[in-house]
């Protein structure tokens, strides 16, 4: 299963971007997705969660009222995660991304080790 976010870029503090992964839809169904980022020198962090109907959404406590976590499941082969993020700043920096698990357990969506599938990672620079 590969995952793809796109979207990563340069922004100044206070400013906004938005980051976007495709999933494939698989036979078996959707993805549970979720948002991690990892800065230099630090773990992986979670970032944000949705599940497959967009009815369960998680947010890390220092992005919660910033960042909005969204997904499109229109087309029936690849659906699109969006995260949205605004007033961004410094400590955003980071390599952002995506992942995503056929079932996952919520209560343990913020733990990297629940989701099985991982793609390559989107630079966010935030600068000053």
């Known amino acids: 299963v590969q995952l793809q976010a796109s979207g990563g870029g340069l922004v100044q503090t206070g400013g906004s971007l938005r980051i976007s992964c495709a999933a494939p839809?698989?036979?078996?169904?959707?993805?549970?997705m979720g948002w991690f980022r990892q800065a230099p020198g630090k773990e992986r962090e979670f970032v944000a969660a949705i599940g497959k109907r967009s009815a369960r959404i998680n947010y890390a406590q220092s992005v919660k009222g910033r960042f909005t976590i969204s997904r499109d499941n229109r087309n029936n082969h690849r659906n699109t995660v969006y995260l949205e993020m605004n007033s961004l700043e410094s400590e955003d920096t980071a390599v952002y991304y995506c992942a995503g698990d056929k079932d996952l357990e919520w209560s343990r969506s913020s733990e990297p080790r629940e989701y099985a599938y991982w793609g390559p990672g989107t630079q966010v620079t935030v600068s000053s």
């Open positions: 839809e698989l036979t078996s169904g959707r993805l549970d």
